[in-house]
């Protein structure tokens, strides 16, 4: 009998919290994914991609052909099943969403290839930084634009690749914000903190570092250091190892600084403050963006347009705290470049 009234307590409590998780639960699909086959964005992407072979090979690294063959191989595997509570996703959908997180994730590795071939610097992701374009002082701005230089100002802030491409660019914050401030309030840093980037994970890719190393940006000393961001060390009285480090990064993050000469010295709007309204300065500011990727891409790059920056100023230095296992992350980077596979061959001679 004693174990009849244990079996029926037991029944008892899981009834009661069956109930109980009822109640949380309100609904059994958020709203927001309500709208998903009018609004997704697969349904709202996918046709237009079909009727583009070239973009679609682009955005999913396959022909058309290439994936209706894929799909009609893993079809049965993939297909769920609709119920009253809630319709399935379709293994199209499955397929497109998988080749692309997958696609994206090639995407940058590619970036990190091209980044070690032209600089000698591993797992870099991109080069940031950012540049105050003059703007003339808008209506009732107030101080917000309103910087230490005497401009008002708009700050760009843009993550270029290997060939001076911008892959990402922030428009349109206040002059008076520094680089940080702007980078940590930027989509692409909310996706990194999220660890929604869909980057590549620690990976031993070079002999030299011993552990698997995450994939990290090259910046300036306006960037806090963190364990996606690399920054030079400070000070004046450095050790060899740490010179060789600042010299090394160095080399990688001048590519965004070219990449600025490239688009203020050809787009030379930016030589002087633009007389127009704050939201057609970010637009022309993001025009010029992309014509200088368009441009780059059919044209080149000629050396004179980037030897210097005309008419886009610098941030200052950003100060705060560095956690312990950034340092730690910077450290090791610097041990691989003074390791006998790491090192080059003539970096004692450049620091």
């Known amino acids: 009998m004693a174990g009849n009234e244990e079996l029926l307590l037991v029944a008892l409590l899981a009834k009661k919290k069956s109930k109980r998780r009822s109640v949380e639960r309100k609904v059994h699909v958020h709203p927001m994914l309500l709208s998903r086959m009018s609004t997704g964005a697969h349904h709202t992407l996918f046709n237009d991609l079909c009727a583009d072979e070239r973009k679609f090979f682009n955005y999913f690294c396959m022909s058309k052909p290439s994936f209706e063959e894929l799909l009609s191989y893993v079809r049965r595997d993939i297909t769920g099943t609709t119920t009253n509570m809630r319709e399935c996703i379709a293994p199209d959908e499955k397929l497109a969403?998988?080749?692309r997180y997958l696609a994206t994730e090639r995407f940058w590795l590619e970036i990190a290839a091209q980044f070690y071939q032209k600089t000698d610097f591993p797992h870099c992701l991109g080069a940031l930084d950012g540049k105050h374009i003059r703007v003339i002082k808008p209506e009732n701005s107030g101080s917000l634009y309103y910087n230490y230089k005497n401009y008002f100002l708009i700050l760009l802030l843009a993550v270029c690749d290997a060939s001076h491409k911008f892959i990402f660019i922030d428009v349109g914050a206040y002059g008076k914000s520094s680089d940080t401030t702007v980078f940590k309030e930027s989509k692409i840093f909310r996706k990194l903190e999220n660890?929604?980037?869909?980057g590549p994970a620690p990976q031993e890719s070079y002999s030299g570092f011993g552990t698997p190393m995450p994939?990290?940006?090259v910046a300036n000393e306006a960037f806090g250091l963190s364990q996606h961001i690399l920054r030079p060390y400070a000070g004046k009285f450095l050790s060899q190892k740490k010179r060789i480090f600042n010299y090394r990064l160095s080399?990688?993050?001048r590519l965004i600084e070219c990449s600025f000469g490239i688009l203020a010295n050809k787009w030379r709007i930016f030589h002087r403050p633009l007389n127009v309204s704050l939201s057609l300065a970010e637009d022309i500011i993001k025009a010029c963006c992309v014509l200088h990727n368009f441009v780059r891409d059919r044209?080149?790059?000629?050396?004179?347009?980037t030897l210097t920056v005309e008419g886009l100023f610098d941030m200052e230095p950003a100060a705060g705290p560095t956690s312990r296992l950034a340092s730690h992350l910077r450290d090791k980077f610097a041990d691989y470049f003074v390791s006998d596979q790491g090192a080059l061959p003539w970096q004692l001679q450049r620091i």
């Open 215 to 217: 994939f990290v940006f």
């Open 97 to 99: 969403v998988t080749l």
């Open 195 to 198: 660890q929604t980037l869909n």
């Open 251 to 253: 080399r990688a993050r």
């Open 299 to 305: 044209d080149g790059v000629r050396i004179e347009d």
